[in-house]
Each structure stands twice: as C-alpha cells, then as structure tokens.
C-alpha cells in the first residue's frame, strides 16, 4: 500500500457532511518491495498531519472505530516547496560553532557565575577553547557557548553510520568550573530515555563515566590532563569512545569481542540502544533545545525516509547498524540476526508509528 494523496476508506461506514479542519492521516509504507506470499510482517505507518484544506466527508470506521477523513485532493506542492526551501535555508546557514545568548534551558545554568578579576587567565584559556572548537569541529558536532556565561557550552552528536546511534541527535550540556582547566569540566548528557539501554556511558539523570573527564579509570594518558586535554577532545572521544558500533563493550563484562556470545549479547545491546534512539528522537523533535530549533527540524527533514528505511532493514533481519548509505539505497549486510526478532520486532513498532507522526508534522514525509 502506497500513499497517492488519498484517504483509503474500508467499509462498512456512514457518512457524515461536514465542513472542519482536522488531522489527515498520512500513509507511510514501510512494507516489503519483494512479491512475497507472506505480507503478515508488513508494517505500515500512519502519521498524523495537520491538513490545510476543508474536509468534505468524514467516514466513521465501524470493524476498527478508526476516524477517515476523506478530503479533496489539494495541490499543495508550491506551499511545500516553499516550506522545504526555508527549512533547508536555516539548516544550511546553521553554524558549527556560534555564540548566542539564551541560557534558560543549559542544566548548570543554577550554577554560580561571577568573572572575578583574577579570573582573567581562566576567561582566556576558555576563549583558546572556543578558537580551537571554532577552527577544528568535525562535520557531525555543533557547538554553541553563551556571550553572558564563559562557563556553559552546548553541543550536539550526529550519531555516526555502522553505529546502533546513526542519524540521532545528542545533546550534551557542558560547565566550566572557576579551577578549569585544572579540573576537566562537568558534562551532562540529555536523556530522555527512562531505560539506561542507550549506552552503558550514560547514567540515568545525564551522567557520564569517560576517563577523560576523570568519571572512569584509566590510564595517566587517558584522563585530564589540564595542559594538554581540550573541549574539542572530550567531544570528540563521546563520539568516538561512547557512542560506538559495540557500545556493549563499555561495560565491564567476562564476554569477549569477537566471540560468538559477546556476537550475539552486543547485538541484542545494539537493538535496545536502537530502540532507545529512537525515543530520543521523538523527545528530541517535540522539544527542541534552546538555539538548536532550526537545526533539529532541518537534520531530520532530510534524513526522516533514511530512518524509516533503516527501521525496514531492521525488522527484516538486518544487524542494528548495517546499513551504509548511498545516493541511492542502502547496501545491507546480509548477514541475518534472528536471535530475538519477535521481541525486537515489537518493541520497534511503537517507536516507529510515534517517529512517523513527527515526521508527518515537520513536513518531512512530503518530500
């Protein structure tokens, strides 16, 4: 089944005239493109959007108590188009490393601020970070720091392709404190996620536990050392140390890499952490952080059908993380992990129907 601007309307059903704005349900198929007999794993996606015309007839469903609208067919491509335009206009001019001025939602905005005088070597050591962000920031990390508090900074993650994290956005809070850089600073990482199955890094209220930041043993050269360490560093390891291909072996466990059961527990740990991706998503949409708005919404204009067709993969046996992009379609790795599918399955299908209706309403399934 394939959306064709349409409401698809099942019988029996009484009609009732009216006029009214209301919520048109969006049709997203996810479904199988291969002629098989089976159709029972098809999962297709109805997503709520606010629709821009008047409703001729709604329909009332009596086999499932479902609402159809039935509406006329409206083109809608020259409003879209300009809608598209500006959406990808914001995101293209959204800086890497900029400086704002809105605070109200930083975690450690509570904390104490006041720029003594003899904190002028403290206020320069921070103005070298923001050069060195400014100058040296990888495509997938923005940052932003806060012209009336020198000790907060924000930045985002774009979760990185063969990872359970791919085209997530996490943000992390970071605070400075008055003896930085002899202390490496506080980080905090957004979690809306109730589950602690995102990443064995991160605890419950933000938390984090990375040897750089002296919250995890290891080695003299792993942690902080204050006249070598950077900002840069520590953003740059929680892409590249945290939010990994086997996040599974974060954690202390007697299961070995590359060992048929550490295989088969970092695969299961990867569905959890795609799961919970997921959710962040969703939260991350609905609540954009303060002076990342236009970016949430641009990031995932673009990438929304890239997500659905991952979740696809997924549900047809593709290992978490598998899939590479290309200009075209996905190259999936065959090899098929079938250990727990019912479960994950199902997990995966609330996320997904929730995902889409945000999808709808950003306009990104009209692309």
């Known amino acids: 089944m394939s959306y064709t601007g349409h409401i698809q309307v099942f019988p029996p059903i009484h009609l009732l005239n009216k006029r009214k704005r209301d919520a048109s349900r969006v049709v997203i198929d996810i479904s199988d493109d291969d002629d098989d007999d089976d159709d029972s794993d098809d999962l297709v996606i109805i997503g709520e959007k606010a629709i821009t015309h008047d409703v001729i007839d709604i329909a009332y469903d009596d086999n499932s108590n479902d609402v159809v609208i039935i509406s006329e067919k409206v083109n809608k491509s020259s409003n879209h188009a300009n809608l598209k335009d500006e959406i990808l206009k914001k995101f293209g001019s959204f800086k890497q490393f900029d400086i704002v001025s809105d605070t109200s939602d930083h975690i450690f905005v509570g904390r104490k601020y006041l720029l003594k005088e003899h904190q002028n070597n403290w206020a320069k050591r921070i103005q070298k970070e923001w050069k060195i962000l400014e100058n040296n920031l990888p495509d997938s990390i923005f940052v932003r720091v806060y012209e009336s508090r020198m000790d907060l900074m924000r930045a985002v993650i774009i979760g990185a392709e063969g990872t359970p994290y791919h085209d997530g956005l996490f943000f992390f809070d970071l605070y400075l404190p008055d003896d930085f850089p002899n202390v490496p600073p506080e980080v905090s990482f957004h979690n809306p996620c109730s589950s602690s199955k995102l990443n064995p890094n991160f605890g419950r209220r933000g938390s984090l536990c990375l040897s750089l930041l002296n919250t995890w043993g290891g080695r003299k050269n792993e942690r902080w050392r204050p006249r070598v360490s950077t900002i840069l560093q520590v953003l740059v390891s929680l892409q590249g140390l945290v939010l990994t291909a086997e996040p599974f072996f974060n954690m202390s466990s007697s299961y070995v890499r590359g060992s048929e059961p550490g ?63 290309t200009s075209e379609v996905h190259n999936v790795d065959h090899e098929v992990h079938k250990s727990w599918p019912e479960d994950f399955t199902n997990s995966l299908r609330c996320p997904m129907k929730k995902l889409a209706d945000e999808f709808a309403r950003i306009g990104a399934m009209d692309c």
């Open 263 to 325: 295989k088969i527990m970092s695969r299961s740990y990867n569905e959890d952490a795609f799961i919970d991706s997921l959710w962040t998503m969703i939260h991350v949409i609905r609540r954009p952080l303060k002076n990342f708005e236009d970016f949430v919404v641009g990031h995932f204009f673009i990438e929304a059908h890239e997500i659905l067709r991952a979740c696809k993969a997924y549900r047809k046996g593709a290992q978490v993380g598998s899939l590479v992009k």
